[in-house]
C-alpha cells in the first residue's frame, strides 16, 4: 500500500508545500527566547522519525496507520544518547527508512550533539533523546492532550534548556 503523505498535510503545511507561502495570520515564525548561552547549556534532541530501541521498546502502530492512513500514532519513546546503532529500529510510513537504518545518526545526530559538547559549544547533551513519529492526526488531539505534556515532563526531568528537531 503506498500511503500519499501530501494528501492529508495539515491546513498550514499545505500552501508551503504548493508554493502559495502561508495562510494569512500564520506568517510570523513560533519564537521563545533562549535564555542560555549555548556554552552552558543542556541540550536534547527530538527526532520525527519514529526512532525506537528494538531490544525494549515497542515499534510505533504501523499496523493503524495502515488501516488508517489520516492517523499518526501520538506516542513518544526516550532513546538513550548512548544507544548502539544496532539497537535503533524505524517505525514510519511516510519516510524511506533504509538510510536511517543503516546510520541512525542521519535522523538522531546524538554523536554530533556529543562532539559539540567536547569542542565546549555546547554545556551539555542530556542522557536521553525523544522520538515520535512525524506523522500525525490532523487534530492534533494525541498530541496536545497526552503527547506534548509528557515530552516536556521529561525534558524538565533531564533538566533541558533546550531542544533539537531532527525532522525526519
Do not use: C
Not at 116 to 145: C, F, P
Amino acid at each position: 500500500m503506498i500511503v500519499d503523505s501530501y494528501r492529508f498535510l495539515p491546513r498550514s503545511f499545505r500552501p508551503m508545500y504548493e508554493g502559495r507561502g502561508p495562510f494569512p495570520g500564520e506568517e510570523a515564525p513560533v519564537w521563545a527566547p533562549f535564555e542560555k548561552r549555548l556554552a552552558a547549556a543542556r541540550i536534547a534532541l527530538l527526532t520525527s522519525a519514529g526512532l525506537f530501541v528494538r531490544s525494549t521498546q515497542p515499534s510505533f502502530d504501523l499496523e493503524r496507520e495502515q488501516n488508517n492512513p489520516e492517523w499518526g500514532d501520538p506516542s513518544w519513546r526516550s532513546i538513550p544518547a548512548n544507544a548502539d546503532a544496532a539497537e535503533i529500529g524505524v517505525a514510519h510510513l511516510h519516510i524511506n527508512d533504509e538510510d536511517i537504518k543503516a546510520d541512525p545518526e542521519i535522523a538522531l545526530p546524538a554523536r554530533l550533539l556529543d562532539h559539540l559538547v567536547a569542542e565546549g559549544m555546547v554545556g551539555s547533551a542530556t542522557a536521553e533523546h525523544l522520538s515520535v513519529m512525524g506523522y500525525q492526526d490532523r487534530s492534533l488531539d494525541g498530541w496536545r492532550q497526552e503527547t506534548l505534556p509528557e515530552l516536556v515532563a521529561k525534558l524538565r526531568d533531564q533538566q533541558a534548556d533546550g531542544l533539537i528537531l531532527a525532522p525526519a
